[in-house]
């Protein structure tokens, strides 16, 4: 998107900090229509508003209140709201904004949160952009908000790539695909002549990392959102698997199958040199770094069945971490290190959990028939996966807070699975 022209920010204080607990009451504040700058503006100030509204609601950690129940039509942006008449909805936070497009075309969106017990501004900022990019501006806002009222990073600037699946199950077509966090501006990114798997993000958000099976052995591709170049990363002997960045963008992690077992391999894209991280006569697949680069978590059944395991970014001794009944897959580092995500199999079910990067703390988030795949907001705090009914039905996308809490469908256009959150944009 074109560049955003910001306005200074004000004064922040006054932050709720967001401690997990079973009694856990999401925030309420109020997120009236933004004030339209002029004529023809209205729209796209309800549409602001009403996204910001929505990943509120979706977040779980906050209870938007019902516009009926507003005390006040907010129509003049430069004025503080009417305070006395907001408190008995016993708010934490009201946003007032204004949607103006401007004499070039562009537009402005400005917006102020309030502390309505103390009657403070607590934070606010203005916005100038190309007027297609107002979705990107909500969810921008969105993020501020966030920030101020939890102490946290948001996530709402972020996309998902993911895999479009359709038609029937013995003959399923399988696209990339890309869309916002929340289920919009959905891109397809190939035309489905080919099945892809496993496609995952570059930090730096450009550039996403797939694996293809066309003709012959299935290939790694490197693919810029962008431009729609695509590259092949390398032509590896055999079978590879769930290729993924490191944190700096400079490598990829994956796993070659040679024989009956297949070891982690790190491939350097500037010199395209490989090394062998791991040889074993087990399957080891589902690398993933730790946020600061220096460690890994993969899956391998070494032990007898699949776990979980950690060692070093370079190599050597692995330790096992995952020692539940079952068995344990596609592990993924959250980005603020604290936890890994698992896929975990057992009853005839498949979980969703997350566990201490020393395997302690254990904890299963969602169960059921088929769940896979978990992969991390931006900020740590969410969760994405795919569900399977299996039958005639196809997999959808679902997110659930780490807590445990807040399980929900996300939209896509038609049957998605293997989803990966990209960072945050901004």
């Given at each position: 998107m074109?560049?955003?022209?910001?306005?200074?920010?004000?004064?922040q204080?006054?932050?709720l900090?967001?401690?997990?607990?079973?009694e856990f009451?999401?925030?309420?504040?109020?997120?009236?229509?933004?004030?339209?700058?002029?004529?023809g503006?209205?729209?796209v100030?309800?549409g602001?508003?009403?996204?910001i509204?929505?990943?509120?609601?979706?977040?779980g950690?906050?209870?938007?209140?019902?516009?009926a129940?507003?005390?006040?039509?907010?129509?003049?942006?430069?004025?503080p709201?009417?305070?006395?008449?907001?408190?008995?909805?016993?708010?934490?936070?009201?946003v007032?904004?204004?949607?103006t497009?401007?004499?070039?075309?562009?537009?402005?969106?400005?917006?102020?949160?309030?502390?309505?017990?103390?009657?403070?501004?607590l934070?606010?900022?203005?916005?100038?952009?190309?007027?297609?990019?107002?979705?990107?501006?909500?969810?921008?806002?969105s993020?501020?908000i966030?920030?101020?009222?939890?102490?946290?990073?948001?996530?709402f600037?972020?996309?998902?790539?993911?895999?479009?699946?359709?038609g029937?199950s013995e003959?399923r077509?399988?696209?990339?695909?890309?869309?916002?966090?929340?289920?919009a501006?959905?891109?397809?990114?190939?035309?489905?002549?080919?099945?892809?798997?496993?496609?995952?993000?570059?930090?730096?958000?450009?550039?996403?990392?797939?694996?293809?099976?066309?003709?012959?052995?299935?290939?790694?591709?490197?693919?810029?959102?962008?431009?729609?170049?695509?590259?092949?990363?390398?032509?590896f002997?055999?079978m590879?698997f769930?290729?993924?960045?490191?944190?700096?963008g400079q490598?990829?992690?994956?796993?070659?199958?040679?024989?009956?077992?297949s070891?982690?391999?790190?491939?350097?894209?500037r010199s395209?040199?490989?090394?062998?991280?791991?040889?074993?006569?087990?399957?080891?697949?589902?690398?993933?770094?730790?946020p600061?680069?220096?460690?890994?978590?993969?899956?391998?059944?070494?032990?007898?069945?699949?776990?979980?395991?950690?060692?070093?970014?370079?190599?050597?001794?692995a330790?096992?971490?995952s020692?539940?009944?079952g068995s344990?897959?596609?592990?993924v580092?959250?980005?603020?290190?604290d936890?890994?995500?698992?896929?975990?199999?057992?009853?005839?079910?498949?979980?969703?959990g997350?566990?201490?990067?020393?395997?302690?703390g254990?904890r299963?988030?969602?169960?059921g028939?088929?769940?896979?795949?978990?992969?991390f907001?931006p900020?740590?705090?969410?969760?994405?996966?795919f569900?399977?009914p299996?039958?005639?039905?196809?997999p959808?996308?679902?997110?659930?807070?780490?807590?445990?809490?807040?399980?929900?469908?996300v939209?896509?256009?038609?049957?998605?699975?293997?989803?990966a959150?990209?960072?945050?944009?901004?």
């Amino acid at each position: 998107m074109a560049a955003l022209g910001m306005g200074p920010a004000l004064a922040q204080q006054g932050r709720l900090q967001i401690v997990p607990s079973g009694e856990f009451k999401p925030i309420p504040i109020a997120i009236p229509p933004f004030v339209p700058g002029g004529a023809g503006d209205a729209d796209v100030g309800n549409g602001i508003a009403q996204v910001i509204t929505n990943n509120f609601k979706r977040s779980g950690l906050f209870a938007p209140v019902d516009p009926a129940a507003f005390p006040e039509r907010i129509s003049n942006f430069e004025a503080p709201p009417q305070f006395a008449s907001w408190r008995p909805l016993d708010l934490r936070g009201i946003v007032t904004g204004r949607a103006t497009r401007q004499s070039d075309g562009r537009l402005k969106a400005e917006f102020r949160l309030w502390d309505p017990n103390s009657g403070q501004q607590l934070t606010g900022q203005q916005y100038v952009t190309a007027p297609e990019y107002w979705r990107r501006i909500a969810h921008i806002i969105s993020d501020q908000i966030y920030t101020q009222m939890t102490g946290e990073k948001g996530y709402f600037d972020s996309r998902v790539v993911f895999v479009d699946e359709s038609g029937p199950s013995e003959r399923r077509v399988k696209r990339l695909a890309l869309m916002d966090q929340d289920g919009a501006n959905v891109r397809y990114l190939t035309r489905g002549a080919d099945l892809v798997l496993t496609p995952r993000f570059s930090p730096s958000s450009q550039e996403i990392t797939y694996m293809e099976f066309g003709q012959g052995d299935p290939r790694v591709y490197l693919f810029n959102i962008e431009t729609g170049q695509r590259e092949i990363v390398g032509n590896f002997p055999g079978m590879s698997f769930s290729p993924r960045f490191s944190p700096d963008g400079q490598r990829i992690i994956l796993s070659l199958q040679q024989g009956g077992n297949s070891n982690l391999f790190v491939m350097d894209l500037r010199s395209r040199t490989t090394t062998r991280l791991t040889d074993t006569p087990a399957i080891d697949t589902s690398p993933c770094y730790s946020p600061d680069g220096s460690q890994i978590c993969f899956e391998s059944d070494r032990g007898g069945k699949p776990q979980i395991y950690v060692m070093s970014a370079s190599g050597g001794n692995a330790q096992r971490i995952s020692f539940g009944e079952g068995s344990y897959s596609t592990p993924v580092w959250s980005p603020r290190g604290d936890y890994i995500a698992f896929t975990k199999q057992g009853g005839g079910q498949f979980a969703i959990g997350i566990m201490k990067t020393d395997g302690s703390g254990e904890r299963i988030l969602t169960a059921g028939f088929h769940n896979e795949g978990p992969t991390f907001a931006p900020n740590g705090r969410v969760l994405m996966f795919f569900r399977d009914p299996g039958g005639t039905a196809g997999p959808s996308l679902y997110s659930i807070d780490v807590s445990g809490r807040f399980e929900q469908k996300v939209p896509t256009p038609g049957f998605a699975s293997d989803p990966a959150w990209s960072p945050l944009l901004s």
